[in-house]
Protein backbone atom coordinates (compact mmCIF):
# COMPACT_ATOMS: atom_id res chain seq x y z
CA UNK A 1 0.00 0.00 0.00
CA UNK A 2 3.01 2.28 0.70
CA UNK A 3 6.36 3.25 -1.03
CA UNK A 4 9.66 2.84 0.50
CA UNK A 5 11.53 5.99 1.49
CA UNK A 6 13.88 5.88 -1.00
CA UNK A 7 17.31 7.97 -2.00
CA UNK A 8 15.54 10.75 -4.23
CA UNK A 9 12.90 11.15 -1.40
CA UNK A 10 15.42 11.71 1.01
CA UNK A 11 17.23 14.37 -0.96
CA UNK A 12 13.86 15.94 -1.05
CA UNK A 13 13.20 16.05 2.29
CA UNK A 14 16.93 17.59 2.60
CA UNK A 15 15.93 20.08 0.19
CA UNK A 16 12.40 21.19 2.53
CA UNK A 17 14.16 21.18 5.75
CA UNK A 18 18.15 21.44 5.52
CA UNK A 19 20.76 18.10 5.63
CA UNK A 20 20.69 18.74 9.32
CA UNK A 21 16.98 18.23 10.04
CA UNK A 22 17.26 14.93 7.65
CA UNK A 23 18.20 11.72 9.64
CA UNK A 24 18.52 8.27 8.31
CA UNK A 25 21.48 6.25 10.11
CA UNK A 26 20.36 3.43 11.72
CA UNK A 27 21.71 4.66 15.56
CA UNK A 28 19.42 7.90 14.98
CA UNK A 29 16.33 5.99 14.71
CA UNK A 30 16.31 4.38 17.81
CA UNK A 31 14.97 7.34 20.08
CA UNK A 32 12.22 8.07 17.27
CA UNK A 33 10.75 4.04 16.75
CA UNK A 34 8.78 3.85 20.23
CA UNK A 35 6.71 6.41 22.78
CA UNK A 36 7.31 5.35 26.55
CA UNK A 37 5.03 1.93 25.89
CA UNK A 38 6.31 -0.77 26.70
CA UNK A 39 7.64 -3.10 24.50
CA UNK A 40 6.42 -1.09 21.22
CA UNK A 41 9.14 -0.38 18.63
CA UNK A 42 9.04 0.05 15.10
CA UNK A 43 11.83 1.74 12.90
CA UNK A 44 10.86 4.52 10.97
CA UNK A 45 12.58 5.08 7.35
CA UNK A 46 13.58 8.35 7.89
CA UNK A 47 13.09 11.19 10.68
CA UNK A 48 12.51 14.86 8.81
CA UNK A 49 12.96 17.85 12.04
CA UNK A 50 10.60 20.36 10.29
CA UNK A 51 10.85 24.32 11.81
CA UNK A 52 8.35 25.57 9.88
CA UNK A 53 4.58 25.11 9.08
CA UNK A 54 5.67 25.73 5.57
CA UNK A 55 8.26 22.91 5.98
CA UNK A 56 5.20 20.67 7.21
CA UNK A 57 3.19 21.66 4.21
CA UNK A 58 5.96 20.56 2.17
CA UNK A 59 6.67 17.30 3.39
CA UNK A 60 2.90 16.45 3.20
CA UNK A 61 2.60 17.09 -0.42
CA UNK A 62 6.12 15.42 -1.23
CA UNK A 63 4.50 12.47 1.17
CA UNK A 64 0.90 12.28 -0.84
CA UNK A 65 2.97 12.19 -3.91
CA UNK A 66 5.32 9.23 -3.11
CA UNK A 67 2.49 7.94 -1.04
CA UNK A 68 4.64 7.24 2.08
CA UNK A 69 3.12 7.13 5.24
CA UNK A 70 3.68 10.08 7.96
CA UNK A 71 3.38 10.14 11.90
CA UNK A 72 4.16 12.96 13.68
CA UNK A 73 5.75 13.08 16.75
CA UNK A 74 6.12 15.47 19.48
CA UNK A 75 8.14 14.48 22.86
CA UNK A 76 7.56 10.61 22.85
CA UNK A 77 5.71 10.43 25.80
CA UNK A 78 2.89 8.95 24.90
CA UNK A 79 1.23 6.18 26.57
CA UNK A 80 -1.12 4.16 23.52
CA UNK A 81 1.81 4.03 20.68
CA UNK A 82 0.70 7.25 18.52
CA UNK A 83 3.91 8.29 17.53
CA UNK A 84 5.29 5.09 16.77
CA UNK A 85 5.40 4.54 13.01
CA UNK A 86 4.26 1.16 12.86
CA UNK A 87 3.26 1.17 8.93
CA UNK A 88 7.35 2.98 8.39
CA UNK A 89 7.97 5.87 6.18
CA UNK A 90 8.75 9.44 7.60
CA UNK A 91 8.49 10.74 11.38
CA UNK A 92 7.96 14.42 11.65
CA UNK A 93 9.14 15.52 14.33
CA UNK A 94 7.84 19.03 15.38
CA UNK A 95 10.41 19.15 18.37
CA UNK A 96 12.14 22.16 16.89
CA UNK A 97 9.07 24.21 16.57
CA UNK A 98 9.34 24.91 19.93
CA UNK A 99 9.15 28.84 20.45
CA UNK A 100 6.29 30.54 22.88
CA UNK A 101 5.41 33.01 20.40
CA UNK A 102 3.60 35.56 21.98
CA UNK A 103 1.93 35.68 25.99
CA UNK A 104 -0.65 38.54 25.45
CA UNK A 105 -1.68 39.54 28.87
CA UNK A 106 -4.46 41.73 27.57
CA UNK A 107 -6.42 39.02 26.04
CA UNK A 108 -5.31 35.91 28.54
CA UNK A 109 -3.72 34.13 25.61
CA UNK A 110 -0.92 32.47 25.14
CA UNK A 111 0.66 31.55 21.28
CA UNK A 112 3.38 28.79 21.36
CA UNK A 113 4.44 26.41 18.79
CA UNK A 114 3.30 22.64 19.12
CA UNK A 115 7.05 21.61 20.02
CA UNK A 116 6.93 23.47 23.33
CA UNK A 117 7.23 21.30 26.34
CA UNK A 118 4.68 22.13 28.67
CA UNK A 119 6.45 22.39 32.10
CA UNK A 120 8.01 25.28 29.92
CA UNK A 121 4.96 27.00 29.14
CA UNK A 122 3.67 26.55 32.55
CA UNK A 123 7.33 28.32 34.08
CA UNK A 124 6.88 31.13 31.17
CA UNK A 125 3.05 31.77 32.02
CA UNK A 126 3.61 32.04 35.69
CA UNK A 127 6.21 34.40 35.59
CA UNK A 128 4.31 36.69 34.56
CA UNK A 129 1.00 35.94 37.53
CA UNK A 130 -0.67 33.91 34.79
CA UNK A 131 -2.24 30.26 34.84
CA UNK A 132 -2.16 26.95 32.43
CA UNK A 133 -3.82 24.72 34.26
CA UNK A 134 -3.39 21.39 32.35
CA UNK A 135 -0.91 19.27 33.95
CA UNK A 136 0.02 15.68 32.91
CA UNK A 137 2.40 14.41 35.14
CA UNK A 138 4.55 13.80 32.47
CA UNK A 139 4.89 18.15 31.95
CA UNK A 140 8.59 18.26 32.82
CA UNK A 141 8.66 15.84 28.70
CA UNK A 142 6.04 16.08 27.01
CA UNK A 143 4.85 18.80 24.22
CA UNK A 144 1.82 21.12 23.91
CA UNK A 145 1.18 19.82 20.16
CA UNK A 146 1.48 16.30 22.02
CA UNK A 147 -0.89 17.07 24.34
CA UNK A 148 -3.24 18.45 22.26
CA UNK A 149 -3.48 15.04 19.65
CA UNK A 150 -3.88 13.03 22.96
CA UNK A 151 -6.73 15.63 24.59
CA UNK A 152 -4.38 15.41 27.96
CA UNK A 153 -4.88 15.35 31.18
CA UNK A 154 -3.74 15.75 34.40
CA UNK A 155 -4.37 16.30 38.05
CA UNK A 156 -6.17 19.30 37.91
CA UNK A 157 -8.73 18.47 35.68
CA UNK A 158 -10.97 18.22 38.82
CA UNK A 159 -11.38 21.91 39.22
CA UNK A 160 -10.61 23.67 36.03
CA UNK A 161 -10.76 20.23 32.81
CA UNK A 162 -8.41 19.16 30.52
CA UNK A 163 -6.42 20.16 27.48
CA UNK A 164 -9.64 20.72 25.61
CA UNK A 165 -10.93 23.73 27.67
CA UNK A 166 -7.99 25.83 26.94
CA UNK A 167 -7.62 25.58 23.10
CA UNK A 168 -8.89 28.65 21.34
CA UNK A 169 -7.25 28.41 18.59
CA UNK A 170 -5.21 25.93 16.09
CA UNK A 171 -2.60 26.14 12.60
CA UNK A 172 -2.76 22.70 11.28
CA UNK A 173 -1.39 21.61 7.97
CA UNK A 174 -3.88 19.23 6.53
CA UNK A 175 -2.24 15.78 4.88
CA UNK A 176 -2.83 17.16 1.62
CA UNK A 177 -0.15 20.10 2.48
CA UNK A 178 -3.15 22.61 3.06
CA UNK A 179 -2.78 24.91 5.66
CA UNK A 180 -5.89 26.16 7.96
CA UNK A 181 -6.12 28.67 10.80
CA UNK A 182 -9.19 27.69 13.25
CA UNK A 183 -10.19 30.33 16.05
CA UNK A 184 -7.83 32.48 17.55
CA UNK A 185 -7.56 34.74 20.28
CA UNK A 186 -11.40 34.34 20.75
CA UNK A 187 -13.05 33.35 24.16
CA UNK A 188 -16.35 32.62 22.32
CA UNK A 189 -16.73 31.47 18.69
CA UNK A 190 -19.58 29.12 17.26
CA UNK A 191 -18.65 29.95 13.33
CA UNK A 192 -19.35 26.96 11.40
CA UNK A 193 -18.43 22.91 13.27
CA UNK A 194 -15.92 22.94 15.93
CA UNK A 195 -12.81 21.90 14.29
CA UNK A 196 -10.43 23.07 17.18
CA UNK A 197 -12.39 20.09 19.10
CA UNK A 198 -12.09 17.73 16.35
CA UNK A 199 -8.76 17.99 15.65
CA UNK A 200 -7.68 17.52 20.08
CA UNK A 201 -7.39 14.37 20.86
CA UNK A 202 -7.42 13.08 17.32
CA UNK A 203 -3.79 11.55 18.10
CA UNK A 204 -2.30 12.56 14.97
CA UNK A 205 -4.61 11.38 12.27
CA UNK A 206 -6.92 13.86 10.82
CA UNK A 207 -3.79 16.79 10.79
CA UNK A 208 -0.80 18.68 12.45
CA UNK A 209 -0.70 21.29 14.47
CA UNK A 210 1.74 23.88 13.94
CA UNK A 211 1.03 26.89 16.29
CA UNK A 212 -1.47 27.15 19.14
CA UNK A 213 -3.57 29.64 21.09
CA UNK A 214 -4.10 29.13 24.99
CA UNK A 215 -6.48 30.79 26.95
CA UNK A 216 -5.05 31.56 30.74
CA UNK A 217 -6.32 32.37 33.71
CA UNK A 218 -4.99 34.59 36.52
CA UNK A 219 -2.40 32.01 38.97
CA UNK A 220 -4.21 31.75 42.12
CA UNK A 221 -2.27 33.20 45.12
CA UNK A 222 -2.30 30.73 47.41
CA UNK A 223 -2.08 26.68 47.27
CA UNK A 224 -2.46 23.84 50.10
CA UNK A 225 -1.69 20.43 49.76
CA UNK A 226 -2.89 17.37 52.01
CA UNK A 227 -1.03 14.07 52.34
CA UNK A 228 -3.87 11.81 53.79
CA UNK A 229 -2.63 7.98 54.30
CA UNK A 230 -5.66 5.14 55.05
CA UNK A 231 -5.01 1.74 56.49
CA UNK A 232 -7.77 0.35 54.86
CA UNK A 233 -8.10 1.07 50.78
CA UNK A 234 -11.59 0.45 50.09
CA UNK A 235 -12.37 3.33 52.63
CA UNK A 236 -9.74 5.79 50.83
CA UNK A 237 -11.64 5.59 47.74
CA UNK A 238 -14.89 5.68 49.95
CA UNK A 239 -13.43 9.36 50.53
CA UNK A 240 -12.69 10.50 46.87
CA UNK A 241 -16.53 10.49 46.05
CA UNK A 242 -17.49 11.12 49.76
CA UNK A 243 -14.89 14.78 49.20
CA UNK A 244 -17.33 15.52 45.86
CA UNK A 245 -20.71 14.69 47.55
CA UNK A 246 -20.04 17.02 49.72
CA UNK A 247 -19.80 19.96 46.99
CA UNK A 248 -16.02 20.41 47.45
CA UNK A 249 -14.30 20.67 44.18
CA UNK A 250 -10.38 20.54 45.00
CA UNK A 251 -8.00 21.12 42.40
CA UNK A 252 -6.50 17.27 42.72
CA UNK A 253 -7.60 14.62 44.29
CA UNK A 254 -4.86 11.66 43.39
CA UNK A 255 -5.03 8.29 44.66
CA UNK A 256 -2.13 6.73 45.16
CA UNK A 257 -2.03 2.99 46.32
CA UNK A 258 0.75 1.48 48.87
CA UNK A 259 3.18 -0.54 46.20
CA UNK A 260 2.93 2.76 44.30
CA UNK A 261 3.91 4.48 47.03
CA UNK A 262 6.86 2.09 48.06
CA UNK A 263 7.94 1.95 44.26
CA UNK A 264 9.21 5.87 44.85
CA UNK A 265 10.57 5.31 47.97
CA UNK A 266 12.60 3.42 46.20
CA UNK A 267 13.20 5.15 43.18
CA UNK A 268 13.63 8.54 44.86
CA UNK A 269 15.13 7.20 47.30
CA UNK A 270 13.17 9.03 49.78
CA UNK A 271 10.93 8.54 52.51
CA UNK A 272 7.20 9.39 52.15
CA UNK A 273 5.22 9.39 55.67
CA UNK A 274 3.17 6.74 56.59
CA UNK A 275 4.56 4.94 53.31
CA UNK A 276 3.27 1.66 55.13
CA UNK A 277 -0.76 2.90 55.04
CA UNK A 278 -2.71 0.74 52.33
CA UNK A 279 -3.43 4.05 50.28
CA UNK A 280 -2.83 8.01 50.30
CA UNK A 281 -4.88 10.22 48.98
CA UNK A 282 -2.75 13.93 47.96
CA UNK A 283 -5.38 16.38 47.57
CA UNK A 284 -4.81 19.96 46.32
CA UNK A 285 -6.75 23.02 46.84
CA UNK A 286 -6.08 26.62 45.71
CA UNK A 287 -7.58 30.08 45.80
CA UNK A 288 -6.97 33.88 46.72
CA UNK A 289 -8.45 33.94 49.75
CA UNK A 290 -6.61 32.58 52.93
CA UNK A 291 -9.84 32.47 55.05
CA UNK A 292 -11.57 30.55 52.35
CA UNK A 293 -8.94 28.04 51.62
CA UNK A 294 -9.00 27.28 55.43
CA UNK A 295 -12.36 26.27 55.29
CA UNK A 296 -12.42 24.06 52.83
CA UNK A 297 -9.21 22.31 53.96
CA UNK A 298 -10.90 22.36 57.30
CA UNK A 299 -13.99 20.96 55.84
CA UNK A 300 -12.16 18.38 53.40
CA UNK A 301 -9.76 17.19 56.52
CA UNK A 302 -12.79 16.31 58.27
CA UNK A 303 -14.23 14.38 55.73
CA UNK A 304 -11.33 12.15 55.58
CA UNK A 305 -11.07 11.32 59.15
CA UNK A 306 -14.51 10.44 59.24
CA UNK A 307 -13.70 8.14 56.54
CA UNK A 308 -10.94 6.47 58.20
CA UNK A 309 -7.84 8.41 57.30
CA UNK A 310 -5.12 7.73 59.90
CA UNK A 311 -3.74 11.37 59.82
CA UNK A 312 -4.24 14.70 57.46
CA UNK A 313 -0.79 16.02 56.89
CA UNK A 314 -0.46 19.58 55.51
CA UNK A 315 2.11 21.10 53.28
CA UNK A 316 1.82 24.90 52.77
CA UNK A 317 5.36 25.67 51.45
CA UNK A 318 6.76 25.00 48.21
CA UNK A 319 9.42 22.72 49.57
CA UNK A 320 7.06 20.17 50.99
CA UNK A 321 4.31 20.75 47.89
CA UNK A 322 6.93 19.96 45.54
CA UNK A 323 8.60 17.42 47.24
CA UNK A 324 4.92 15.54 47.43
CA UNK A 325 4.20 15.69 43.71
CA UNK A 326 7.81 14.89 42.68
CA UNK A 327 6.68 11.59 44.34
CA UNK A 328 3.48 11.90 42.42
CA UNK A 329 4.58 12.09 39.20
CA UNK A 330 7.51 9.60 39.38
CA UNK A 331 4.90 6.99 40.03
CA UNK A 332 5.03 5.68 36.36
CA UNK A 333 9.29 5.36 36.05
CA UNK A 334 9.06 4.20 39.20
CA UNK A 335 6.75 1.13 38.38
CA UNK A 336 8.96 0.63 35.46
CA UNK A 337 12.09 0.15 37.26
CA UNK A 338 10.07 -2.14 40.20
CA UNK A 339 9.15 -4.13 36.92
CA UNK A 340 10.53 -3.38 33.37
CA UNK A 341 7.60 -5.63 31.66
CA UNK A 342 4.17 -3.97 32.52
CA UNK A 343 1.37 -3.20 31.58
CA UNK A 344 -1.10 0.10 31.76
CA UNK A 345 -4.58 1.06 31.42
CA UNK A 346 -6.04 4.12 32.07
CA UNK A 347 -9.54 3.93 32.49
CA UNK A 348 -12.40 6.61 33.66
CA UNK A 349 -15.32 6.18 35.39
CA UNK A 350 -18.25 8.37 36.50
CA UNK A 351 -16.28 9.76 40.27
CA UNK A 352 -19.23 8.14 41.93
CA UNK A 353 -18.29 4.41 40.68
CA UNK A 354 -14.15 4.85 41.78
CA UNK A 355 -14.93 2.52 44.93
CA UNK A 356 -17.01 -0.02 42.77
CA UNK A 357 -14.26 0.25 39.62
CA UNK A 358 -11.38 -0.40 42.63
CA UNK A 359 -12.71 -2.91 44.03
CA UNK A 360 -13.15 -4.70 40.98
CA UNK A 361 -9.98 -4.19 39.92
CA UNK A 362 -8.54 -6.17 43.21
CA UNK A 363 -10.76 -9.03 41.88
CA UNK A 364 -9.53 -9.01 38.82
CA UNK A 365 -6.03 -8.78 40.23
CA UNK A 366 -6.91 -11.83 42.56
CA UNK A 367 -8.37 -13.58 40.03
CA UNK A 368 -5.78 -13.94 37.53
CA UNK A 369 -2.93 -13.94 40.65
CA UNK A 370 -1.40 -10.80 38.97
CA UNK A 371 0.07 -7.91 40.75
CA UNK A 372 -1.74 -4.83 39.64
CA UNK A 373 -1.20 -1.63 41.18
CA UNK A 374 -3.91 1.63 40.82
CA UNK A 375 -2.92 5.29 41.40
CA UNK A 376 -4.31 8.07 39.02
CA UNK A 377 -6.62 11.35 39.34
CA UNK A 378 -9.14 9.53 41.39
CA UNK A 379 -10.95 12.96 41.73
CA UNK A 380 -11.91 13.23 37.91
CA UNK A 381 -13.02 9.35 37.71
CA UNK A 382 -9.72 8.24 35.94
CA UNK A 383 -7.91 5.43 37.21
CA UNK A 384 -4.25 3.84 35.70
CA UNK A 385 -4.09 0.63 36.42
CA UNK A 386 -0.58 -0.85 36.39
CA UNK A 387 -0.15 -4.57 35.79
CA UNK A 388 3.16 -5.78 36.61
CA UNK A 389 5.02 -9.07 35.54
CA UNK A 390 7.26 -9.14 38.44
CA UNK A 391 8.39 -12.65 38.17
CA UNK A 392 6.01 -13.97 35.76
CA UNK A 393 6.82 -16.28 33.50
CA UNK A 394 6.52 -14.95 29.79
CA UNK A 395 4.44 -17.45 29.11
CA UNK A 396 1.72 -16.78 31.16
CA UNK A 397 2.21 -12.88 30.90
CA UNK A 398 1.30 -13.23 27.01
CA UNK A 399 -1.25 -15.43 28.15
CA UNK A 400 -3.36 -13.49 30.82
CA UNK A 401 -2.98 -9.62 29.57
CA UNK A 402 -5.38 -9.71 26.60
CA UNK A 403 -8.32 -11.23 28.85
CA UNK A 404 -7.51 -9.15 31.83
CA UNK A 405 -7.11 -5.96 29.71
CA UNK A 406 -10.73 -7.18 28.82
CA UNK A 407 -12.08 -7.59 31.58
CA UNK A 408 -11.12 -4.44 32.85
CA UNK A 409 -12.73 -2.64 30.04
CA UNK A 410 -15.84 -4.84 30.54
CA UNK A 411 -15.64 -3.55 33.92
CA UNK A 412 -15.30 0.41 33.49
CA UNK A 413 -17.98 -0.15 30.48
CA UNK A 414 -20.61 -1.56 33.00
CA UNK A 415 -20.45 1.78 35.24
CA UNK A 416 -20.57 3.82 32.77
CA UNK A 417 -16.99 4.43 31.81
CA UNK A 418 -14.47 4.41 29.10
CA UNK A 419 -11.81 2.80 28.06
CA UNK A 420 -9.35 5.78 28.09
CA UNK A 421 -9.55 9.21 29.74
CA UNK A 422 -6.24 10.38 28.74
CA UNK A 423 -3.84 8.29 27.37
CA UNK A 424 -5.94 7.14 24.06
CA UNK A 425 -6.26 4.47 21.95
CA UNK A 426 -3.03 4.81 19.72
CA UNK A 427 -1.57 1.29 18.27
CA UNK A 428 -2.07 -0.34 21.81
CA UNK A 429 -6.05 0.13 22.46
CA UNK A 430 -7.19 -0.06 18.74
CA UNK A 431 -8.83 -4.32 19.05
CA UNK A 432 -10.76 -3.09 21.93
CA UNK A 433 -12.77 0.50 20.14
CA UNK A 434 -15.73 -2.01 19.65
CA UNK A 435 -16.04 -2.84 22.88
CA UNK A 436 -16.63 0.76 23.41
CA UNK A 437 -18.29 2.72 20.81
CA UNK A 438 -20.97 1.26 18.98
CA UNK A 439 -20.47 0.20 14.99
CA UNK A 440 -22.23 3.41 13.98
CA UNK A 441 -19.95 5.81 16.09
CA UNK A 442 -16.67 4.43 14.15
CA UNK A 443 -18.59 4.42 10.85
CA UNK A 444 -18.53 8.38 11.58
CA UNK A 445 -15.27 8.47 12.48
CA UNK A 446 -13.47 6.78 10.03
CA UNK A 447 -15.47 8.35 7.22
CA UNK A 448 -14.35 11.86 8.96
CA UNK A 449 -10.97 10.31 8.67
CA UNK A 450 -11.33 9.71 4.66
CA UNK A 451 -12.21 13.21 4.32
CA UNK A 452 -9.26 14.31 5.84
CA UNK A 453 -6.88 11.50 4.87
CA UNK A 454 -8.43 9.76 1.45
CA UNK A 455 -4.68 8.28 0.60
CA UNK A 456 -4.36 7.35 4.37
CA UNK A 457 -0.67 8.63 4.49
CA UNK A 458 -1.56 10.45 7.92
CA UNK A 459 -0.24 8.18 11.18
CA UNK A 460 -1.63 4.59 9.98
CA UNK A 461 -2.83 1.88 12.03
CA UNK A 462 -4.11 3.92 14.78
CA UNK A 463 -7.02 4.41 16.80
CA UNK A 464 -9.28 2.01 14.02
CA UNK A 465 -9.40 -1.70 14.67
C1 LIG B 1 5.42 9.43 33.31
C2 LIG B 1 4.25 9.80 32.45
C3 LIG B 1 3.19 10.48 32.99
C4 LIG B 1 2.09 10.84 32.19
N1 LIG B 1 1.07 11.53 32.75
C5 LIG B 1 0.03 11.92 31.97
C6 LIG B 1 -1.05 12.67 32.54
O1 LIG B 1 -1.08 12.96 33.74
N2 LIG B 1 -2.06 13.03 31.72
C7 LIG B 1 -2.05 12.72 30.39
O2 LIG B 1 -2.99 13.10 29.68
N3 LIG B 1 -1.05 12.01 29.84
C8 LIG B 1 0.00 11.61 30.59
N4 LIG B 1 1.02 10.90 30.02
C9 LIG B 1 0.97 10.55 28.58
C10 LIG B 1 1.68 11.57 27.66
O3 LIG B 1 2.68 12.27 28.31
C11 LIG B 1 0.68 12.50 27.01
O4 LIG B 1 -0.14 11.75 26.13
C12 LIG B 1 1.31 13.64 26.21
O5 LIG B 1 0.28 14.46 25.73
C13 LIG B 1 2.17 13.18 25.05
O6 LIG B 1 2.83 14.31 24.51
P1 LIG B 1 4.11 14.10 23.58
O7 LIG B 1 4.56 15.44 23.11
O8 LIG B 1 5.12 13.29 24.25
O9 LIG B 1 3.44 13.32 22.38
P2 LIG B 1 3.97 12.10 21.50
O10 LIG B 1 4.09 10.88 22.33
O11 LIG B 1 5.15 12.51 20.73
O12 LIG B 1 2.73 11.93 20.51
C14 LIG B 1 1.47 11.60 21.00
C15 LIG B 1 0.46 11.63 19.84
O13 LIG B 1 0.32 12.96 19.38
C16 LIG B 1 0.61 13.05 17.99
N5 LIG B 1 1.23 14.36 17.81
C17 LIG B 1 2.31 14.85 18.46
N6 LIG B 1 2.52 16.13 18.09
C18 LIG B 1 1.55 16.44 17.19
C19 LIG B 1 1.22 17.61 16.44
N7 LIG B 1 1.92 18.74 16.54
N8 LIG B 1 0.14 17.57 15.61
C20 LIG B 1 -0.59 16.44 15.48
N9 LIG B 1 -0.32 15.31 16.18
C21 LIG B 1 0.74 15.31 17.01
C22 LIG B 1 1.47 11.84 17.69
O14 LIG B 1 1.34 11.43 16.35
C23 LIG B 1 0.89 10.81 18.65
O15 LIG B 1 -0.25 10.22 18.07
C24 LIG B 1 2.10 10.50 30.81
C25 LIG B 1 3.19 9.83 30.26
C26 LIG B 1 4.25 9.47 31.06
C27 LIG B 1 5.41 8.76 30.44
Redesign the pocket.
Known amino acids: MYKKVDSEVVEKLRQIVGADNVLVEADDMEPYSH ?2 VVGLRADPEVVVRATSTEQVSQIFQLAQRERIPV ?9 SG ?2 VPVCGGIILS ?1 EKMNRILEIDEENLMVTVE ?1 GVITGDLHQAVEAEGLFYPPD ?3 LDS ?2 I ?6 G ?3 PRAVKYGVTKDYVCGLEAVLPSGQVITCGGKLVKNVTGYNLIQLLIGS ?2 TL ?4 KITLRLLPLPRLRVDLLVPFNDFQAAANTVSGIIAQRIVPTTIEFMERDSVLACERYLEKEFPFHDAAAHLLIQLDGNHREAIDADYDKVGDICLENGALDVLVALGPRDQDRLWEARRAI ?2 ALKKESPINHMEDVVVPRAEIPVLLKGIREIAERYAVHIVSFGHAGDGNVHVNVLKDDLAAERWEEIIPPLAEEIYRLTLSLGGMITG ?3 I ?1 ATRRQYLPLALDQAQIEIMEEIREVFDPNRIL ?1 PA ?1 IFP
Not at 145 to 150: C, F, K, L, T, V
Not at 207 to 210: E, G, L, N
Open positions: DETPRGAGMGLGALPPASCSGGNIAEAGGEGAVVTIDEHGGNK
